[in-house]
């Protein structure tokens, strides 16, 4: 009796087929759950050189072994592919109700093969696994298919779905589950490319535990320390807007594409202003905090707009970054992209990228429909998010991200591409926090926030602006990211109320295998997961090479952003040493033959 299920549903759409198999105990040990072992399927699973929307890829769906059980925020679902919009391997971690389920109808995870011919969707119930006809749900938005699937299947189902971006094939698709995504790295995309509209999970469990007293206690203990918790209330009360103000004063918000880092009037879309139109909280399966803040504009051009966030990366993408404080467009913008299911620091990220090669006249209005860009102007924004989801116009070009539409521009466009390996930067400026400028640089997913958090920088206690001396931290908090998205725990650190101590501890009740009783052996997870997802980057041709930042980093001092004014990338190569040195890769960012033999992966 095990918090695994021990089953996953494998599908084949090509042929219409599906199975279940068992899911070996060798590898939810040397895995863990989530994102590692859906690494390890998909590792073993893809030749190299798989097209990412071709048939031969494969979309992961996996939950980790706390995932369904009553220890708080930890029943988020990995999702893991070959990316559409890098070429290197993929994850999303998606909140919500739908992974839970999946476990309490006696699964791990989902495997999807092949390529449907027709619009398909599955729907898993106790009567088993069915392929069933999409036809009516193709062109839907999010909303409207998740309320058709519970008009036709009940008001309990439990969705994973895409919008019309990712049946468009736009290369940075979301998977949305009620109002929580998958949000980078296109996994959306793929499932459109696969014709997949969409799952639905009926269930009621029951879930397994290994010492389920043992647990009880544990998980109790966690929880009555949690309720009190200030920091944890902070999350409640304002979800990540709280970071907004904070990181701008620091000039680590970007503004204008990354040009500067001072936003005028940025207390307009401060954590105050939104708190005004909160209405309730939501959030994922397990969690009292409930970090989701739904807002409803009232008055105005977008009253009656409703959405949960937007979070501290929307504010940015669809904010600061386009120097935007117009609030009611920012709740407006996020509920469109989660209803088109477009991810929304792609698409921000892109509009910024246009708008600066507009601003320098690189293209003209006969390049984007006659739309005139211009820095703030949210109503062309709404605009240009629309023509992306639908593929339509200069949203086409846009729709395919920063690194292939600077390469389709030319003229220089690439300078203003801020991407790594083909994923659009975040809401961090690298050269005002030296930690994440050298996450991006060698995440395995390209430029993601999800990918480890340099905590020593933005806490202060590491100087956030050296140019040395990272690399060492840097691998340790990719390692310790590793093992947070296999659990699965939310990664906002006060929600789950967990230590290392305490997650061994409760991993042991709920799985009964002892070697996850020791943290130490957790972090050597953590680190092969890392080391198995280079080393699919390596079979696919990635190296040193591409572990690095957009030249604006490397070359223009950073402008106009408080204390961080002047800094720039002037080391990454000796930071780029330092990390592969701590890793045991060599000097080419290759994993050694020594290291992939300590971590068993010869
Ligand atoms: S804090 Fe937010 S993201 Fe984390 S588990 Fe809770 S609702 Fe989900």
Not at 155 to 178: F, H, M, W
Not at 241 to 269: C, W
Request: hydrophobic content about 35%; charged content about 25%; some cysteine.
């Amino acid at each position: 009796m095990r918090s695994y299920t021990g089953k996953l549903i494998r599908i084949n759409l090509s042929q219409g087929k599906s199975q279940i198999e068992d899911v070996p105990e060798a590898l939810m040990k040397s895995f863990l759950g989530g994102r590692g072992m859906a690494a390890k399927y998909l590792y073993d699973e893809l030749k190299p050189g798989v097209e990412p929307l071709g048939g031969d890829n494969k979309l992961i769906f996996m939950m980790g072994p706390l995932g369904a059980t009553t220890a708080m925020s930890v029943s988020r679902m990995a999702l893991v592919t070959k990316s559409p919009l890098t070429g290197t391997i993929a994850k999303s971690i998606m909140g919500g109700n739908f992974g839970a389920y999946l476990k309490f109808a006696g699964f791990d995870g989902i495997i999807v093969e092949g390529k449907a011919e027709k619009p398909t969707y599955i729907h898993i119930d106790k009567d088993g696994i069915h392929i069933l006809d999409a036809g009516e749900l193709w062109g839907l938005d999010t909303q409207q298919t998740h309320a058709k699937l519970r008009e036709s299947h009940g008001k309990n189902t439990q969705v994973a779905c895409i919008g019309p971006a990712g049946e468009k094939l736009v290369r940075y698709g979301i998977v949305i589950s009620d109002r929580r995504c998958g949000g980078r790295t296109g996994v959306g995309t793929v499932m459109g490319a696969k014709k997949l509209k969409a799952i639905a999970v009926n269930s009621t469990g029951p879930l397994s535990l290994y010492d389920a007293e043992g647990f009880k206690k544990i998980a109790q203990g966690i929880i009555a320390e949690l309720k009190t918790s200030p920091r944890r209330i902070k999350m409640s009360d304002f979800g990540t807007s709280y970071l907004t103000l904070g990181f701008e004063k620091m000039g680590i918000f970007p503004v204008k594409n990354f040009q500067e880092g001072h936003l005028e009037d940025v207390e307009k879309i401060g954590e105050e202003e939104f708190a005004k139109i909160k209405t309730k909280n939501d959030g994922c399966y397990g969690c009292m905090t409930k970090c989701g803040q739904v807002r409803q504009v009232t008055e105005g051009e977008y009253a009656g707009a409703v959405s949960e966030g937007p979070d501290y990366e929307t504010i940015w993408s669809l904010g600061g970054n386009l120097a935007n404080t117009e609030l009611a467009s920012l709740i407006a913008a996020d509920s469109l992209c989660d209803k088109l299911g477009l991810d929304t620091v792609s698409a921000g990220n892109s509009i910024g990228f246009a708008c600066e090669l507009f601003q320098r006249g690189i293209i003209t209005k006969k390049d984007t429909d006659g739309l005139e860009l211009k820095w703030g102007d949210h109503g062309t924004m709404m605009k240009l998010v629309e023509k992306i989801a639908q593929r339509e116009g200069f949203g086409q070009l846009l729709g395919e991200g920063t690194r292939r539409a600077a390469e389709k521009i030319g003229k220089g466009a690439e300078d203003y591409a801020m991407q790594v390996k083909g994923l659009e930067l975040p809401a961090y400026e690298p050269r005002a926090v030296k930690g994440y400028g050298l996450i991006f640089a060698t995440s395995n997913i390209g430029a993601n926030h999800m990918y480890g958090r340099p905590r020593e920088d933005l806490a202060g206690t590491t100087d956030r602006f050296a140019d040395e001396g990272k690399g060492k931290d840097i691998a340790r908090a990719q390692i310790g990211q590793a093992v947070e998205d296999s659990v699965i725990q939310c990664s906002f650190g006060p929600v789950t109320g967990l230590n290392p101590e305490s997650r061994s501890q409760i991993l042991v009740a709920a799985t009964g295998f002892e070697e996850f009783g020791d943290p130490a052996y957790l972090n050597q997870i953590g680190e092969r997961i890392l080391c198995l997802e280079r080393s699919f980057n390596v079979r696919e041709g990635f190296n040193r090479k591409d572990d690095t930042l957009p030249k604006r980093m490397l070359t223009e001092p950073l402008e106009n952003a408080g204390p961080a004014t002047g800094q720039v990338f002037r080391k990454l190569d000796t930071l780029l040493d330092e990390y592969y040195d701590a890793l045991g890769y060599t000097r080419q960012g290759i994993p050694s033959a020594e290291k992939l033999k300590q971590l068993g992966l010869e």
